[in-house]
């Protein structure tokens, strides 16, 4: 576990540019260490701005996208083609425009692999540990205003479940109600997470999980999610505005 560091920008833009700049580097000097970087993504509204940013500026770094291993840190539950899905906003943002290797792509199953979202938890865990995956290099997250992570909703019982990879959400208060989440025993095996953050509506929740004493994880999600060996707040002006 690692001691929070908080580093504000601007604005959004500003904010995108640099964790996009910061992505390619972690993922150039984990390779050049000899590393095939695991990365973890989310979805959200700022995030999908730092990923157009990480394809703008892929071609002028020396990340080599074939090995490289993307997995997702929460999922909505629909249909492959359902423009909600994290995964196909991640694929049309960037991952389309890079050459990864398809098969180190591992998208959260939709409607159309997995008979139940339960099931398709199941089969994530699965599929992680398949692949020895789990100690992402990067692991991004996006925050809700309520200070929700990956699909861990305040309140909700899948914060308890510590004795799987991944787990099934249904009745998210965001919609839509049906998703898959990382548990936070898997969130927490990253080198590095790194909270992305913007927007005003975001500051509350950004200062309570900063808070010393941290609040209780089922008022605050996210501040149950370290980096094993650094964590960072990426913010913008406004979202690090009650720090
Ligand atoms: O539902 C979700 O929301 C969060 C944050 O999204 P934002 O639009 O408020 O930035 C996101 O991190 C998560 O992956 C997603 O499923």
Redesign the pocket.
């Known amino acids: 576990m690692s001691a929070a560091l908080v580093e504000v920008h601007e604005g959004p833009e500003a904010l995108a540019t640099a964790v996009a700049g910061e992505l390619l580097s972690r993922i150039e000097d984990a390779q050049a260490d000899g590393r095939e970087p695991h990365i973890g993504l989310?979805?959200?509204?700022?995030?999908r701005r730092i990923h157009a940013e990480v394809a703008r500026l892929s071609p002028d770094s020396d990340v080599d996208w074939s090995r490289v291993v993307v997995w997702w840190?929460?999922e909505?539950f629909v249909a492959p083609d359902d423009p909600d899905r994290?995964a196909g906003q991640a694929r049309s943002d960037f991952l389309d425009a890079v050459p990864v290797d398809p098969g180190k792509v591992h998208p959260m199953p939709s409607t159309a692999d997995a008979s139940s979202a339960e099931q398709g938890a199941a089969d994530y865990g699965d599929a992680m540990r398949a692949d020895g995956a789990g100690e992402f290099e990067v692991l991004m997250?996006?925050?809700?205003p309520d200070g929700h992570v990956?699909?861990l909703f305040p309140g909700h019982a899948a914060l308890d479940v510590d004795d799987r990879i991944a787990v099934r959400v249904h009745d998210s208060p965001?919609p839509p109600p049906e998703r898959i989440s990382l548990t936070l025993a898997a969130l927490n095996r990253s080198r590095s997470v790194w909270f992305l953050v913007s927007g005003e509506e975001k500051a509350d929740a950004v200062a309570r999980a900063l808070a010393e004493p941290p609040p209780d994880l089922h008022d605050i999600p996210a501040a149950g999610v370290s980096g094993l060996e650094e964590t960072i707040w990426f913010l913008d002006r406004p979202a690090a505005s009650r720090l």
């Open positions: 989310t979805g959200g509204t700022i995030a840190g929460d909505r994290n997250l996006g925050v809700g990956a699909s965001k």
